[in-house]
């Protein structure tokens, strides 16, 4: 006995057992005389048999047949894509990717648990403290090191913006009183140029201030110090240069002055002519002049100088001869 006879026997009814092949001529007529069908768009195509609500453990018995569920001989699925590898391809690709899970596993396990240690040499972006100090284990020299950098780029950015806002940002701006810009840096060169001219005056003022005398004796300083270039280290009496000089010094107390001088004609540092008469002395030592006609036109300061300078000299001298007296 086959299953389907044996199911049939068991558990179907007479009416839902397998019938004879009936022919076409007969389901035509058994349809044409069975009426019009009515059914509803809920209809599975399936038609339940007379059920009773009594028994609900009777089996239920199903008759019928609908187009609807008739195989079509094409099939309505595309493919899409390539096609699906073969055996050896699938293994391999499997294989492949099962490493490449592992060793993602294996690393994360890895970073998880070992400690974050911070590499100085290494630019990577990675996790940082608000002062610029990179997270994790690291030495002081590497801490240190990254706060510099961080300074660094602060400074560089701080002078970018600079740039970008202009030089003159940073400056004061100064107006007068009607409100217009003064240019700092003009008034600066001004100042500078007048202080320079100023200065220039001054020396002139000086210079013009000196007398002839003055003026000599400045030139021959000068004239010495370009001489001395070629001076010899050591200068003994046999040097003619050094006693010419001495000769020339005037002393109002050398007996032999009149045997040692020339008797040429006197002249002063000027290259003038000196007055040969005689005249009253003054603080500086300064002769009249050759014109003079020996008529004192002054106001008579330098005489009351000296007569002053003389009673406190007689002063001094008579109160030190008192003390010595007592």
């Known amino acids: 006995m086959s299953l389907a006879d044996y199911l049939a026997k068991k558990y179907l009814t007479a009416d839902a057992q397998p019938e004879k092949k009936k022919s076409k001529k007969r389901k035509r007529k058994e349809a044409e005389a069975g009426g019009l069908i009515i059914a509803d768009d809920d209809a599975t195509g399936w038609n339940s048999g ?17 187009a609807e ?49 911070a590499d100085g040499n290494n630019d990577d972006d990675g996790p940082a403290m608000e002062s610029g100090a990179a997270a994790g284990l690291q030495t002081a020299a590497q801490v240190t090191a990254a706060l510099e950098k961080r300074q660094r780029e602060e400074r560089k950015h701080m002078e970018a913006a600079m740039r970008e806002a202009g030089a003159s ?18 008034k600066r060169a001004e100042a500078r140029r007048a202080a320079s001219e100023a200065e220039a005056k001054k020396r002139q003022e000086e210079e013009e201030a000196k007398g002839d005398v003055q003026r000599a004796e400045k030139e021959a300083r000068r004239q010495a110090l370009a001489d001395a270039k070629y001076m010899p280290l050591a200068r003994g009496v046999d040097d003619k240069e050094m006693n010419e000089e001495m000769k020339e010094v005037e002393r109002w107390n050398d007996p032999a002055m009149q045997f040692l001088t020339s008797k040429k004609e006197k002249k002063s540092k000027s290259g003038k002519p000196l007055y040969k008469g005689a005249f009253e002395p003054n603080r500086y030592g300064i002769r009249p002049g050759h014109r003079w006609d020996g008529v004192d036109r002054s106001n008579g300061f330098e005489r009351e100088w000296f007569k002053s300078r003389n009673a406190r000299s007689n002063r001094r001298d008579l109160e030190y001869a008192w003390q010595m007296d007592e």
């Open 69 to 117: 569920f008739r195989k079509k001989k094409t099939s309505a699925w595309k493919t899409v894509g390539s096609s699906a590898p073969s055996n050896a391809d699938q293994a391999a690709a499997d294989a492949i990717i099962a490493s490449a899970a592992a060793e993602n596993r294996a690393a994360g396990a890895e970073t998880d648990e070992a400690p974050t240690i």
């Open 50 to 66: 007379p059920q009773t609500n009594d028994d609900d453990e009777a089996p239920m018995s199903v008759a019928g047949n609908s």
């Open 169 to 186: 940002a940073g400056e004061t701006i100064y107006r007068d009183a009607s409100g217009r810009i003064i240019n700092v840096a003009m």
